[in-house]
């Protein structure tokens, strides 16, 4: 008989946890080498400044480094140990096991068994010998649990093959290394006796000396990261200065301050980004002062426009108004064109009004003559001298009283509720309330209808001047009348904020279109709630 063919093949792979596969070559046995497990980092990207992100990411670059040097020299290390252990291991076995067979008598008894066990253990250096033959079964430390570290998977590879076979294995968390090989007759065929061996070798020292390897390189990671913190703070402080000048130059040239500049030192991309900062601000100064120019000729131009057409459009409007009443007495055709000649003319005369008053928002002439004022009854007041208040529903909380300017106040509500009735359907309700909010104490008028409503790129742009919410009409959703300028919400809007107040457009919960007219809560002697 003899020990087994010395060249082991692919070895089994274990069904425990750690287990892991060898393979001894027929020239010597060998091991599938370990790989070092490498904890993966999730980099969490901070919130700061350049010269937070530069030490950061010199940090990590260095960070990742020294990780992977370390884990390929944990890898390489582990495998070379492995790779020795797990060859000199085998080689062992497979002499030993030769030498002990070779006296050995088939079959055997217990008593016999435990002998053969116990000699190759002691060739072995003490090692945990388990042989079985059939249902025989004698291990050398009668007290060492060998069924754990022995899996089945081994015991069938061992069984089915002809050459030693072996498997790293983790009992109890520690590592080992069992060995198995089949004991065959030493004729021709090679025939299986039906005896095989397992030794059981405890590879502790291996993990020790790999950990010890990988705890002295792990221990030159932090000096690596003083020292990349220490470069990245240099090379931020060369960096960041010309960057921080450059930085206060653009705050002051979006503060308002065009003629801002930097210094330019040096050829390097920093004096190229604030040539090239410089540039710029020299072409916004100058188209800024071309806007400017422009926009004062455009807003006297309208202005004197809408100033010089207010004589000749009150006297059109008085022959208009004659014709008017006039017009029951003319030919069919001359009174439907004296009514449209007047209508037309009311339009124009209140566009040259409305065109005036933007005029004055766009110079800042308008100024607020606010008193304490009663809104609820200012609300009425306003539909009652349009002839609405059959047509409004209204719900007005009483006694809400603030400092407002009256005039004003009722051109906004004159605007929402005139559109409300015009776009809209019937019920329009109207409801004045308070409300509460972390800013103050605000006044709301809500102005809603159940018409189609306004589609949300309307909504966008209901408050723009001489915006029309469906390009098909000829009028704007915008008017006080259905026939006016196309400049009432835009109006009524830069009255809200002239009072510190907003408008807001929404959908109402069953359909249709709600304005909300948002002032601060102000009474005469008292700051804003």
Known sequence: MSGGKGAGREGTGSSRAGADAGEASRAGATGTAGRGAVPGRRSRRLVGGLRTRLVVTFVVVALISAVTATALAYRDARTAVLRRTQDAAVNDVRTRVTAVAADFDLPPDQRSLSRFAAKVSDGLGARIVVARHQDLVAV????ADTESRITAELRTAVRAGDGARFQRVMWRGEPYLVVGMPVTYADGDRRSSGLEVFVITDLRAERDDTAALLDSVRAGVVPVMVLA???ALLAAGTVLRPVRKLGRATRGLASGDLG???AV????????LARTFNETADALQASDARLREQEAKARRFVADVSHELRTPLAAMT???TVLEEDADQLPPDAARAARTVGAETARLSRLVEDLMEISRFDANAVRLNPAETDL??????SLALRGWTDRVETRLDVGVRAEVDRRRVDVIVANLVGNALRHGAPPVVVTLGTTVAADGKWVTVEVADHGPGLPPEARERVFDRFYKADAARTRSTADTDGRGSGLGTAIALENARLHGGTIEVDEGPEGGAVFTLRLPLRRTGEETW
């Not at 050398?140 to 007290?143: N, T």
């Not at 609820?376 to 007041?381: G, H, L, Y």
Request: aromatic letters at 0%; zero cysteines.
């Open 140 to 143: 050398s430390d009668s007290l």
């Open 229 to 231: 913190a220490v470069l």
């Open 260 to 262: 801002s500049r930097v």
């Open 265 to 272: 030192r040096g050829h390097d991309e920093l004096a190229d």
């Open 318 to 320: 008085m022959v208009a």
């Open 376 to 381: 609820a009854e200012a609300v009425r007041a």
